[in-house]
C-alpha cells in the first residue's frame, strides 16, 4: 500500500476541540471514514439541499433528475401544481427510475421490471402483480402502500427548491436566518427566472474545498487577475460580509464606488506587490457591458447555503451552482444560468454575454476550477499538518470589510457541530 494510499483509509484523527475553527487538519479533505459520515449526517441528516429552480418544473409531469450528496433524486411538479421529490429509485430492485436528465412523464415505470410510480413517489403499479393463469404473482401480504422511494421534505423559497430527507428539519426561513433569506429575495423576488444553460463541471479535488472558495472573498482579486485588470472587483471597494446565525450559510458583497476608487488611487494592490494588473485586453469590450439591475449598486453578491449551494451575481451574470461530492479527492460543480422573463431583448443579451466571465472556462472562475486541485495534491503527504484561518481576526461574525475569512471559519463551525467532529 503507497503512502497515500495510507492516508486515505485511516481512521479520522483527533481534531482538537481548541482549534475551534481558527485550523482545519487536512485529513478532512482525505478521510473515507469522514466522509461516510458526511454522507449521512449532511446529505441524509436535517439540513436543506437545494434541488432545482421552480422555473424548470413548469406544468404538470415535468421532472428533472438531480442529487443531494451522492443520493439520485427526481424533482417533479405533480397535477395539483404542487412540487415533490424522492429518491431516484425503484421499490422492486433499486433501478434508477429517471434515466434522462429531465423531461415530462405521466409516470415513472421501471426498465428492469415494469414496476411504476406517480409523479409522487408512489408506488402504483406491479407487472403480473396477480400471476397468469393462477400461477406466480406478488406475495399475498405485499402492500403497494407500504413500499416505494424515500421521500423529500420540500419548500421553495423565491424560485428555489431545497429538500431534505429530514422531516424535523427546521423552516428554511430559520435555517437561514433573516439577513440571508433576504438577500436571496433581493436576487429572485418579484420577477420569474429563465433557465440560459447549464453544464456539470468536474473537478479534481475534495467537496468542501470548492465550499470554502465560494467564501474566501480575501482571494478573489489576487487569484482573479480578470477582476482588478478591468475593475470588476477589488478590496478596496465597498463591500462586506454576511454570516447567519449557525455560520455555515453566508453573503460576501462589493458595489462599485468610482469616486472612492479614484480618492485610495489603485495602489493599494502593487504596494503589497500583488499583481492587480495584465496585459489582458479584450477584442470586444461590449462583454463588460452591464445594466442597472439593483438599486443598491452591488454588482457582486456570492451567496451560499449550507452544505453545498450557491447563488451568483457577478455584474448581471446570474446563476446558481450545487457542489456535490464524488468521494474524497472528486467532485462536480452543477452550473445553471439564469435570466427573467420580465428581460427586454438587450439585457437578456447582455447576461449571455457576461455569462462567460464564470465557468470551466470562465474569464473570472477558470481558476477556481483548479486551485482546489492545487490544494488537494499540495496537502497529500500531510495529513496531520493544518490550514491557518487567521485573516480577519478568529470571529465568525459579520463585517464591513472583505479581507476576512469570517465565513469559512463559519462553516467549519457549523461542520464541526453538525458532525460532531
Known amino acids: 500500500m503507497n503512502e497515500h494510499a495510507r492516508f486515505d483509509v485511516e481512521h479520522p484523527r483527533e481534531w482538537p476541540k481548541a482549534d475551534e475553527v481558527r485550523r482545519v487538519p487536512y485529513w478532512v479533505f482525505r478521510d473515507k471514514s469522514l466522509h461516510e459520515q458526511e454522507k449521512q449526517l449532511l446529505f441524509n441528516g436535517p439540513t436543506w ?62 426498465v428492469y421490471h415494469a414496476w411504476s410510480h406517480n409523479l409522487q413517489g408512489d408506488l402504483i403499479g406491479v407487472a403480473f402483480k396477480d400471476g397468469i393463469g393462477g400461477k406466480g404473482g406478488i406475495a399475498k401480504d405485499f402492500c403497494m402502500s407500504d413500499q416505494g422511494p424515500r421521500k423529500l421534505r ?78 470588476l472587483n477589488r478590496l ?3 463591500g462586506g460580509i454576511i454570516v447567519n446565525e449557525n455560520g455555515g450559510s453566508h453573503v460576501s458583497y462589493s458595489a462599485v464606488d468610482r469616486e472612492s476608487e479614484a480618492a485610495k488611487g489603485k495602489d493599494v494592490y502593487s504596494d503589497q506587490k500583488i499583481r492587480s494588473q495584465s496585459d489582458l485586453k479584450l477584442s470586444d469590450m461590449s462583454l463588460l457591458g452591464n445594466f442597472k439591475e439593483f438599486n443598491d449598486d452591488i454588482t457582486l453578491q456570492i451567496l451560499s447555503v449550507f452544505p453545498n449551494f450557491v447563488l451568483q451575481q457577478i455584474q448581471n451574470a446570474l446563476a ?6 464524488r468521494g474524497i479527492d472528486s467532485m462536480h460543480l452543477k ?39 492545487f490544494v488537494q495534491r499540495g496537502t497529500a503527504g500531510s495529513p496531520d499538518e493544518e490550514a491557518v484561518l487567521a485573516m480577519g481576526g478568529y470571529s465568525t461574525k459579520s463585517g464591513d470589510d472583505r479581507i476576512t475569512e469570517a465565513s469559512i471559519r463559519g462553516f467549519w463551525r457549523e461542520y464541526r457541530t453538525r458532525m460532531g467532529v
Not at 205 to 220: F, G, I, M, Q, R
Not at 337 to 364: I, M
Request: negative net charge; hydrophobic residues 40%; proline residues 4%.
Open 49 to 110: 439541499n437545494f434541488l432545482c429552480l421552480a422555473a424548470e418544473l413548469k406544468v404538470a409531469g415535468d421532472f428533472v433528475a438531480v442529487q443531494v450528496g451522492e443520493i439520485p433524486v427526481i424533482v417533479t411538479r405533480d397535477r395539483d401544481n404542487e412540487i415533490y421529490a424522492f429518491e431516484n429509485r425503484c421499490a422492486h430492485r433499486g433501478s434508477l427510475l429517471a434515466l434522462e436528465d429531465r423531461g415530462n412523464v405521466k409516470d415513472f415505470t421501471c
Open 154 to 231: 420540500v419548500t421553495v423559497l423565491y424560485g428555489l427548491v431545497f429538500g431534505s430527507f429530514d422531516e424535523n428539519v427546521d423552516d428554511i426561513e430559520d435555517y437561514l436566518g433573516p439577513e440571508i433569506v433576504g438577500r436571496i429575495a433581493r436576487v429572485m423576488d418579484g420577477r420569474t427566472p429563465v433557465v440560459l444553460g447549464r453544464f456539470t463541471q468536474v473537478l479534481p479535488n475534495n467537496w468542501k474545498l470548492y465550499v470554502e472558495n465560494t467564501k474566501d472573498s480575501y482571494h478573489a482579486s489576487i487569484l482573479h487577475t480578470f477582476f482588478t485588470t478591468f475593475e
Open 236 to 238: 478596496s471597494q465597498r
Open 320 to 325: 446558481v451552482r450545487t457542489i456535490l461530492p
Open 335 to 373: 452550473w445553471v444560468y439564469f435570466g427573467f422573463e420580465e428581460d427586454t431583448p438587450e439585457q437578456r443579451k447582455a447576461r449571455l454575454k457576461q455569462s462567460n466571465l464564470v465557468g470551466p472556462g470562465g474569464y473570472v472562475s477558470m481558476e477556481d476550477g483548479c486551485i482546489g486541485g
